[in-house]
């Protein structure tokens, strides 16, 4: 079974940083092309950032060149580093692929707010 566990969320100033982490199991990441999601209240969930599985990335337009999203296949992970946060990166972050998604994880909430 797949399983998608998300960490490394928390409570930030405006301007400060984070460092997402998302480690699976039941799947060989390297294998897909994965993506960091995220929800705010009341809004859709929303792919951020993406990687492919030979290193590729992209990000969304309002976190781009603040968002890098990395991968670690030797540790069957993925991470998200965000940097200049701003109170509308307010969400639960998740991992999953981009194609065939499967079960969400819990996901790890960022709130940014002075």
């Known amino acids: 079974q797949v399983q998608f566990v998300e960490s490394g969320g928390g409570l930030v100033q405006p301007g400060g940083s984070l460092r997402l982490s998302c480690a699976a199991s039941g799947i060989i990441l390297r294998i897909y092309a994965m993506g960091w999601y995220r929800q705010a209240p009341g809004k859709q969930r929303q792919l951020v950032a993406r990687?492919?599985?030979?290193?590729?990335?992209d990000s969304m337009d309002s976190v781009k060149g603040r968002f890098t999203i990395s991968r670690d296949n030797a540790k069957n992970a993925v991470y998200l580093q965000m940097n200049s946060l701003k109170p509308e990166d307010t969400a639960v972050y998740y991992c999953n692929k981009l194609v065939n998604l499967v079960s969400w994880g819990q996901g790890t909430q960022v709130t940014v707010s002075s």
């Open positions: 990687i492919t599985n030979d290193g590729r990335i």
